[in-house]
């Protein structure tokens, strides 16, 4: 059964990337009326992504009265192209770029999750509420058009399909929706927005199943994934790069590429498989956890040059411990999303930074839920409301990238993120 599974995937694939080859080079038109197999191959992948992908008909908040102009159905949205204008030459660690973290959650209602119930449990332990765990309200393709360019994306290995499918903690996301799938959402998307890179995080979730860990089988799925045929084509294959390649990175068939930003490693394989893996190296063993700020050196040599290459400086506090009440905690995580915003702002801009302004602590009462920390509660600002008023006095500055919860709200963090 398993191993069928994994033929027919592959079957697919295999159809869906003629088309898109054929898209690329044909009219750009994109999900034009081509009746071709593998045209219907690629429609059945993506309605397999849609409860992790989605789908842009369901953003009843993107405009859709005026279309994009190629007629292809997206709705209008003034960061959809944003990258369009940028040239070839930006290092990507220059730009500001928005994040969402756990993007594949924004439909985690607890109606999806009594759904999930008993394709969740494996490990024999009882999940928390819902609202614990999601962490966004728009899709993934919905942040694309919102201008969202960086996606945190947690992975795990289905102990009943075999496939690596979505997770956030012990929380599975979809039974339909494969790892897989989703990264033909984002070609497809590429496709139609050649002038866009995005820059895709994997992180390996183990609450699948008791002692679950990121085995040989685990790894060498997510290796084949994501140096696939189809990957190759829109996956930049250097290696430990940021500054150099630029933005300008060009695939083979006129994209911008794809840059993996890698908290994964591949240890329980033979070292080939690590020297062939393309994409920026973020070790698990050197991700500082809960941490206000550390230096994470992801390339040894380039680091060793100095200059500032090679060193990715992260924030990720994401779970304020020492904090009581809701305010002491949006307080606490505020104080490390701005001090690490302000260097930033000031450092080297060969450094990558990376600023998750996402946190949570439910085990206190009242909880401080994703969105609580986020948005607020009572009388309470949330860190976004927060962060929209810090941004104002930082117009222009290199911020890095930004990695929000629930970032539509309040509007225009956005656009002041992408004002510089
Ligand atoms: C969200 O999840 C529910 C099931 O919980 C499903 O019925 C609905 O179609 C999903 N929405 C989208 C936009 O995928
Ligand atoms: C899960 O399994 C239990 C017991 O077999 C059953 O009663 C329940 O309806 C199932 N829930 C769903 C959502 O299928
Ligand atoms: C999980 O690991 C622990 C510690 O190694 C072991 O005692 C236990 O039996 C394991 N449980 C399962 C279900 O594999
Ligand atoms: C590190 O960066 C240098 C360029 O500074 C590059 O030549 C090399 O391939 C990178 N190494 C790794 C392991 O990513």
Not at 71 to 94: C, F, I, Q, S
Request: net charge negative; proline share 5%.
């Amino acid at each position: 059964m398993r191993f069928s599974i994994g033929i027919s995937t592959q079957f697919l694939a295999r159809f869906a990337l003629v088309t898109v080859v054929a898209v690329a080079t044909g009219d750009g038109g994109g999900g034009g009326g081509g009746n071709s197999l593998g045209r219907f191959a690629l429609d059945k992948i993506l309605r397999d992504a849609r409860d992790v992908f989605g789908e842009l008909d369901d953003e009843s908040s993107a405009p859709a009265s005026t279309f994009y102009g190629h007629g292809h159905g997206y709705g209008y949205n003034k960061y959809a192209r944003w990258m369009a204008g940028l040239p070839d030459e930006v290092p990507l660690t220059h730009l500001n770029i928005p994040g969402t973290h756990d993007a594949a959650t924004w439909n985690y209602t607890q109606t999806a999750q009594d759904g999930l119930a008993n394709a969740t449990r494996c490990d024999g332990t009882t999940p928390r509420p819902a609202r614990v765990y999601r962490c966004q309200q728009r899709s993934i393709v919905g942040a694309l058009e919102a201008g969202i360019r960086f996606f945190d994306l947690r992975f795990a290995l289905d102990p009943l399909s075999g496939r690596l499918v979505f997770w956030h903690g012990p929380a599975l996301l979809s039974v339909t929706a494969g790892v897989e799938d989703v990264l033909f959402g984002f070609y497809d998307w590429l496709d139609r927005h050649p002038e866009e890179m995005v820059l895709l995080s994997f992180q390996y979730e183990k609450g699948t199943r008791v002692n679950a860990t990121s085995d040989a089988t685990v790894q060498r799925k997510l290796f084949d994934t994501l140096t696939s045929g189809a990957a190759a084509r829109y996956v930049d294959q250097g290696r430990g790069q940021l500054d150099h390649p630029t933005l300008g990175i060009a695939m083979t068939n006129g994209v911008r590429a794809v840059v993996l930003f890698r908290r994964f490693d591949l240890d329980m394989l033979p070292p080939e498989f690590e020297r062939a893996m393309p994409g920026l190296h973020m070790a698990p063993g050197k991700w500082i956890d809960n941490s206000r700020a550390f230096e994470l050196v992801y390339n040894d040599t380039a680091a060793s040059g100095g200059g500032g290459a090679g060193t990715a400086f992260i924030e990720d506090f994401y779970h304020p411990d020492d904090y009581t009440t809701v305010k002491e905690n949006i307080d606490a995580k505020f104080e490390a999303v701005a001090s690490h915003l302000q260097q930033a702002a000031t450092e080297n801009f060969d450094n990558l930074f990376v600023t998750f302004t996402s946190g949570t602590h439910v085990e206190v009462d009242p909880p401080v839920y994703p969105d609580v920390m986020a948005l607020g509660s009572g009388e309470e600002l949330g860190i976004n409301h927060r962060v929209l008023d810090l941004l104002g006095g930082m117009k222009g500055k290199r911020l890095g990238v930004v990695v929000m919860d629930f970032f539509e709200e309040p509007s225009g963090l956005i656009d002041l993120l992408l004002d510089f």
